[in-house]
């Protein structure tokens, strides 16, 4: 992803926001240009992730979103966009996540709702809304690898995998730019025990997609995402996990 | 009402079937739903070339119902199914199938 703006302070700003993900010799897949309307820096909008609005024009391929504080146009065959907000973090990670979300589709991927680590080699993702324990998990996993306590990316493939984003929740970390092969879906259930309950493929789709952002209001990207999501449910096993704020809940998962 | 021909409303849904009961997807308002064995078996039968009458008479032979339990749940289904727009139902069967 190349991203341009005039306004130093923005550039300076998102390099050191995505710090992480930066990668200079890489081909762009798609570029943005920033116009930053303020020099003056505003607050953050509201995370309201679920909420962007995107409208669609002459088929799927291009469209204008506006999100509070940011409004931009998509073209997904010339592989750009313009946006403009105010030099607000949030703004650009908002479109980031939209931009990606249609990107993936086509690499077989997708963003979840969910904290994603790697412990002993294998991925794992922890689904959930808001106050489920996403970011409680990550915090109690201080030997596994962050892929992000909110929106890891996950590739339906042979083996499915997940990976690390900069998309981040609570915790205010970046996830490491790493992947591995997903292991296991665990739904987390705060609780006075711990325990993992096997879940059924059809249970797991329908709590996956009460986890996956079906945004698009575009037909044939929501049945791909319906596809994938899918896929995904019908090849790595799921459970529901049960903890309580205690890094012992790690014990009902390895030894599976 | 059970000479009418039902079929999904393919342009605005998706599902998948998994150990035999389906995850149908309104792709309009992104909602979901989740059907047991029974409603699995109309939402298949809902191609466009059985009427309600003839589903009827599929769900007495094929689980051990009898007939009016099986049209009073068939039509109180499919009147869910079209409110959310997920069926249609017309006076004639669907073409091209």
Known sequence: MLIRSESDEFMTETEKRYAQF????????????VNILSET?????????????????????????TWPGLSGEFDFIKKEARMRCALAPA????????????????EQGFLVHASGLIKNGVGYIF?????????????????????SDDLPLVKVGAPPSIFGTPFW??????GEQTSAALGGIYFPVKDKEKYVERLTAKKVLEKLLSNTVFFFKK?????????????????????????????????????? | ????????????????????????????????????????FIWEQADGQFTVKQIVERICQEFEVDRDTAERDCLEFLDVLTNRDLVVLSQAPAEGN
């Open chain 1, 91 to 106: 703004g650009l990670n908002s479109f980031l996540r939209f931009i990606y979300s249609v990107i993936l589709l086509k």
């Open chain 1, 127 to 147: 689904p959930g809304k808001s106050g489920a324990g996403k970011t409680t998990i990550t915090q109690l996993s201080p030997n596994a690898t962050l892929l």
């Open chain 1, 41 to 65: 820096i505003t607050p953050n909008p509201a995370p309201d992730f679920e909420k962007p609005e995107v409208t669609f024009l002459n088929g799927a391929e291009r469209g204008v979103f």
């Open chain 1, 219 to 256: 037909d044939e990207f929501s049945k791909q995402l319906f596809k994938l999501c899918f896929d995904l449910a019908t090849s790595v096993p799921g459970y529901e996990l049960h903890f309580s704020p205690d890094p012992s809940f790690w014990e009902c998962i390895d030894v599976r």
């Open chain 2, 1 to 40: 009402m059970l000479d009418k021909y039902v079929a999904k409303n393919n342009r605005k849904t998706a599902y998948r079937t998994i150990n035999g009961e389906a995850v149908v997807v309104n792709l309009k308002d992104s909602t979901f739903h989740t059907l047991n064995p029974v409603a699995t």
């Open chain 1, 22 to 33: 930066i990668a200079a010799d890489a081909a762009p897949v798609f570029s943005i240009q």
């Open chain 1, 169 to 174: 929740g609570g915790l205010a970390v970046a």
